[in-house]
C-alpha cells in the first residue's frame, strides 16, 4: 500500500504515523522535506513527485488553499483515492450544521475543493470543526492569555480522531463531502473555564481573536466510516493533550 500526505504536519504526521503502522509505504511532499527527518516517511520536495509515485496511491491532501499545489500536474494518473481536509468555514453564516447544510458561495476552501475533485481519483472531502489536541487549542489559549470567553459556540475534534477519519476515509469507498466534530459543541465560555480550572489559572477575560458561532453534528460520517471517537468531548480530550504534553 503507498500512501501519499500532501501537507504533512499537524493532522498529516499523524495519519502517517497510521499507515506506517501498517506496514504502508508513505511519502511525505513538503517544501522542507528535512523536517520530516525521523518520522519515518520518505520526505520529498512537490517537484519530485512525479518519479517517485505508483499506480493506485491513498493521497492525504492538507495543503491550505493560500499554498495549494497542481494536483493533476503533481498526480497525473497515479492516484486512486483522494481525501481532503477542508473546513467548516464553507458553511458561512450557518449556526447549525449538518452533512445536509448547504455551503456558502463563494469562498476559497470551495474552490481547493473543487480542484481536490477534478482529476480522475475518487474523492472524499472533509470539513473539520476546529482541530486541537497536543500544544493547540483552547487549553494553549487561556496557558498564553490569548484566548475570547464569549457565548458563542464552538465545534471541536481532536487531531488524533481526525487521522481516524482521514484513515478510514482512505480506506473506503465513501464519497461526497461531509462535517467532521466531536459530539459535544460548548460555549467558548464552557471551554475557557474548563480549561482555567484544569490548569489552575485565573478565568480567561474577553482578550485575542474572537471565534465564530457554529455547532457542528459530524454523526453522518462517522457512521458512514464506522468511527468510535476516542474522544467524543473536550471533556476527555483536552485532559488528554495535556498529558501529552507533560509527557514529551
Keep these: 500500500m503507498d500512501v501519499l500526505i500532501l501537507g504533512c504536519g499537524f493532522t498529516g504526521e499523524r495519519v502517517a504515523r497510521r499507515f506506517l503502522a501498517r506496514g504502508a509505504r508513505v511519502i511525505a511532499a513538503s517544501r522542507t522535506p528535512e523536517r520530516l527527518n525521523g518520522l519515518g516517511v520518505e520526505a520529498v520536495r512537490f517537484n519530485e513527485l512525479p518519479d517517485r509515485l505508483d499506480a493506485g496511491t491513498l493521497v492525504l491532501h492538507s495543503i491550505p488553499p493560500a499554498g495549494d499545489v497542481e494536483l493533476r500536474r503533481l498526480l ?39 480542484r481536490a475533485t477534478s482529476g480522475p481519483w475518487s474523492t472524499l472531502i472533509l470539513r473539520p470543526a476546529a482541530i486541537y489536541g497536543p500544544g493547540r487549542g483552547v487549553h494553549k489559549r ?45 460555549t467558548a465560555r464552557e471551554a475557557g473555564t474548563f480549561c482555567a480550572q484544569l490548569l489552575n489559572l485565573p478565568l480567561p477575560q474577553n482578550g485575542g481573536r474572537p471565534t465564530g458561532n457554529r455547532r457542528v453534528d459530524g454523526s453522518a460520517v462517522r457512521h458512514a466510516l464506522d468511527i468510535t471517537l476516542k474522544y467524543p468531548s473536550y471533556r476527555t480530550g483536552i485532559p488528554a493533550a495535556i498529558q501529552a504534553e507533560r509527557e514529551l
Design 142 to 186: 487561556v496557558e498564553l492569555g490569548e484566548y475570547q470567553m464569549g457565548d458563542n459556540f464552538v465545534s471541536r475534534i481532536h487531531v488524533d480522531d481526525l487521522a481516524a477519519h482521514v484513515e478510514a476515509g482512505l480506506l473506503s469507498t465513501l464519497t461526497g463531502a461531509y462535517p467532521v466534530a466531536d459530539e459535544e459543541p460548548c
Design 76 to 114: 497525473g494518473d497515479r492516484a486512486f483515492r483522494l481525501v481532503y481536509l477542508s473546513s467548516t468555514a464553507v458553511y458561512g453564516a450557518a449556526t447549525i450544521v449538518d452533512d445536509e447544510t448547504p455551503v456558502a458561495e463563494p469562498h476559497e476552501r470551495l474552490d481547493a475543493e473543487q
